[in-house]
């Protein structure tokens, strides 16, 4: 019998996984923003990814709505418990599209949505990793219904990990900007980018070792096995992965930093289902107990399994169609 919890679940987090990665770079070029004040620069920073921006959000309304298809009880409970912070980051991801949109077309007033979107992506980013935090450090529920209170989503550790993601999307993004870019401005990036995954790294240790300590559900997933054989291998492979990054930068290697960073994510976000699984709404209710009924995931099923071919494939003939570098001086792709 096939399980189809198991079946949503993977989709679920591969939409999530394909959304901090593809609008992770391009949150992380408005994160880069202050570091490079010539309208030039970000001309060509903005340009690299105008052609798919929209489209990446994409990933984020699939892994929403095959949320509340196939578990319509995690969907009510986590978003209670998260209503603040997700509805700021929607607020913010508006102030980021309309600054997008408008900037190219403002001239005097150019610098405002400069801010607007500095603004937008680095709340944006923020406040993700604040619901990150908060998802983590557990949701309270009494029989299915959120217990808890309005602001509990807001502690140290999600602010920390807030910070987490902000760091992590810029590195992204450098790394994209590597890829994309050129001459001045490519070099730059390659200052930068040491400097970024540095940070990354400081900050990845400190979540692995402040996140057992300040929560006893978590650790003793991590060493009790089976998890614990799962994720040894996780903190090596980041380690290793960081070295690669580094030596691609000082390589002026122009792919290397990028792919690096993928990886990097790769192993964090694997981490993270390490640490919860198998609960949807850690820290007491697995996936299996939040599924929706057998018939209405069938169905759903059915749809998704439609439309996310179509949308992997619009997704990759847009990067692949825009391939190319964007330089000072271009009006952006033709």
């Known amino acids: 019998m096939i399980d189809l919890s198991l079946i949503w679940i993977a989709i679920i987090g591969l939409g999530v996984l394909v959304y901090t990665i593809l609008d992770g770079f391009d949150l992380g070029i408005g994160i880069l923003f202050p570091f490079f004040p010539h309208q030039d620069e970000r001309d060509v920073m903005m340009n690299t990814v105008a052609p798919v921006w929209d489209g990446n959000e994409t990933w984020m309304v699939l892994g929403g709505a095959g949320l509340f298809a196939a578990f319509p009880l995690a969907y009510s409970t986590v978003l209670s418990a998260l209503y603040m912070p997700i509805i700021l980051m929607v607020i913010a991801l508006i102030f980021r599209g309309v600054a997008f949109e408008f900037r190219f077309k403002a001239n005097r007033s150019k610098h405002w949505w400069d801010k607007a979107f500095i603004g937008g992506s680095v709340l944006t980013s923020f406040l993700q990793g604040m619901i990150l935090g908060a998802y983590i450090q557990g949701i309270e529920t009494r029989n299915g219904v959120y217990v808890g209170g309005g602001l509990d989503w807001l502690s140290p550790f999600s ?52 996140t057992p300590l300040t929560h006893p559900q978590i650790a003793e997933r991590w060493f009790s096995q089976p998890q614990l054989t799962y994720f040894m291998p996780v903190p090596i492979l980041v380690l290793l992965f960081t070295w690669l990054a580094l030596r691609a930068c000082k390589r002026r290697s122009e792919l290397g930093p990028f792919t690096y960073m993928l990886v990097l994510v790769f192993l964090a976000y694997t981490g993270f289902l390490i640490s919860l699984w198998p609960y949807i709404i850690p820290p007491s209710v697995t996936i299996w107990q939040a599924a929706a009924h057998e018939n209405s995931q069938l169905f759903t099923l059915i749809g998704a399994l439609i439309l996310i071919p179509i949308i992997v494939i619009y997704t990759g003939m847009s990067y692949w169609v825009f391939r190319h570098k964007v330089r000072v001086g271009d009006d952006g792709y033709h």
């Open 159 to 210: 602010i920390f990990t807030g910070i987490s993601v902000v760091v992590l999307y810029a590195a992204l993004g450098c790394g994209w900007l590597i890829y994309k870019t050129g001459d001045d401005l490519q070099d730059r990036m390659f200052k930068l980018m040491p400097k970024l995954i540095i940070a990354l790294l400081i900050i990845l240790a400190g979540v692995s070792i402040y």
